[in-house]
């Protein structure tokens, strides 16, 4: 039971270049989430999906895009990287919203130069 | 926006010693958790604590709530090297729909040799 695996680990973006989070998981949680961590900062919710074909945004939504096509799947897209993205980003799962515990991947770290 | 609100922000103690951390929060809530992070590492649900209950227990970890003054506490006894970590509190606040965590930015736990 591989739980929530995230790729890649590390990647370096240049300001402009786009590209694709891979969040899935195995535990067939109806509910999935992203959030960026920074310094010295809780964790933010940038989007996250209740099932699959329903989507919704968090906190700090722009310049994110989401989609759920399968439970299993939720990528994460950055349309056109910004410094302001460089971060650490997590992907969880619950069996059903905040009323169970998630379950965290164990992050991808971005650069955007 | 930040519900949970940790203190201390940083606590340094020998190891042996017990570990208690606080967390405060504004609004009803359906539940509250308590996840660790290593450094570098996702983060790992440890507690989760329902409003209508009072203290949980799980290993060297003991948690209470006390929804009157809006307020939890994580006790680590017998503290280990391994403990060393940051810890989160986060809540499920009653007013949103989708029950969304809302985390504080956490407390780091070091624990000295």
């Known amino acids: 039971n591989a739980g929530v695996t995230q790729t890649p680990k590390f990647q370096v973006l240049k300001t402009g270049q786009s590209m694709t989070l891979q969040c899935a998981q195995d535990?067939?949680?109806?509910?999935m989430s992203w959030y960026r961590q920074d310094p010295g900062m809780g964790l933010r919710l940038i989007h996250y999906?209740?099932?699959?074909?329903?989507?919704d945004q968090g906190e700090v939504p722009n310049g994110y895009n989401v989609s759920r096509s399968t439970t299993e799947d939720f990528p994460l897209r950055l349309l056109s990287a910004a410094p302001s993205q460089t971060s650490v980003y997590f992907c969880?799962?619950?069996?059903?919203?905040?009323?169970?515990?998630?379950?965290f991947g164990s992050g991808t770290r971005l650069t955007v130069v | 926006s930040q519900q949970g609100e940790e203190d201390p922000q940083a606590l340094s103690i020998q190891e042996g010693e017990n570990a208690t951390m606080n967390c405060s929060y504004k609004?009803?809530?359906?539940?509250l958790q308590w996840y660790r992070q290593n450094s570098g590492r996702g983060l790992v649900h440890l507690i989760l604590?329902?409003?209508n209950e009072r203290e949980k227990h799980s290993g060297r970890l003991r948690v209470t709530l006390d929804t009157s003054k809006k307020s939890s506490s994580l006790l680590i006894t017998a503290s280990r090297a391994a403990d060393t970590a940051s810890y989160f509190c986060?809540?499920?606040?009653?007013?949103?729909?989708?029950?969304?965590?809302?985390w504080g930015a956490g407390t780091k736990l070091i624990i000295k040799p």
């Open positions: 969880a799962s619950s069996y059903a919203t905040a009323k169970y515990g998630y379950t």
């Open positions: 535990m067939n949680h109806e509910y």
């Open positions: 999906s209740v099932g699959a074909g329903i989507t």
């Open positions: 609004t009803s809530i359906n539940n």
């Open positions: 604590i329902r409003s």
């Open positions: 986060a809540t499920a606040p009653i007013m949103d729909s989708n029950y969304q965590l809302i």
